[in-house]
């Protein structure tokens, strides 16, 4: 596992991230819809303001958990990334992640990624964190395997992407393969 660029942290989301969020999806639209099937040319300030204010509720319930990934330096919104569809019996959690596309190539997504699954082992006490990537995506399948995350299957037709079915490849990583030496307990 690549150890994360200590130039980003993550953060729960705030009201105040609203405007950063929604300009960042309007400046990585065209990269954000190859591998979310939320990211539409309707998607705005109206869609960015009820995602960001629905976070704490979300966290608050136990049923996902978002993270600003914020350049440390500038405190500037790089991107999201987070841990949701929950298996709470079986210990499972889900590790999404993107970046505004200013940021690309500069390491966000893979500290965003590291310290979302930190995040999972130490504060939720996941025992697996399952990545989701289109086929076709290989910038977030590169952050995947950063994580050190192990490819184990390709499911057909998983994801709907721009009304057209495409198949994805799951990946997971487990707490031992994180290597986590000292993990920073958030506040849930």
């Not at 993270?67 to 841990?83: K, N």
């Amino acid at each position: 596992m690549q150890q994360p660029s200590p130039d980003f942290t993550i953060r729960p989301f705030a009201a105040e991230d609203i405007a950063a969020h929604a300009a960042a999806v309007a400046a990585s639209r065209p990269q954000l819809a190859a591998g979310l099937s939320w990211a539409t040319p309707a998607y705005g300030l109206n869609e960015s303001a009820a995602w960001v204010m629905s976070r704490g509720p979300a966290w608050a319930q136990g049923g996902e958990y978002s993270f600003v990934i914020e350049h440390t330096p500038s405190r500037g919104f790089a991107g999201c990334c987070g841990i949701n569809r929950l298996d709470w019996p079986h210990r499972v959690g889900n590790l999404t992640y993107w970046v505004d596309s200013r940021w690309a190539g500069r390491g966000a997504a893979t500290a965003g990624a590291v310290l979302a699954a930190r995040f999972a082992f130490a504060n939720l006490g996941l025992q697996r964190v399952e990545v989701l990537v289109a086929v076709d995506n290989p910038a977030s399948l590169r952050v995947a395997e950063k994580l050190g995350a192990v490819r184990e299957g390709v499911l057909r037709r998983r994801l709907l992407l721009g009304g057209v079915r495409k198949d994805a490849v799951l990946l997971s990583v487990l707490p031992r393969e994180l290597n986590e030496p000292t993990v920073e307990r958030l506040p849930l």
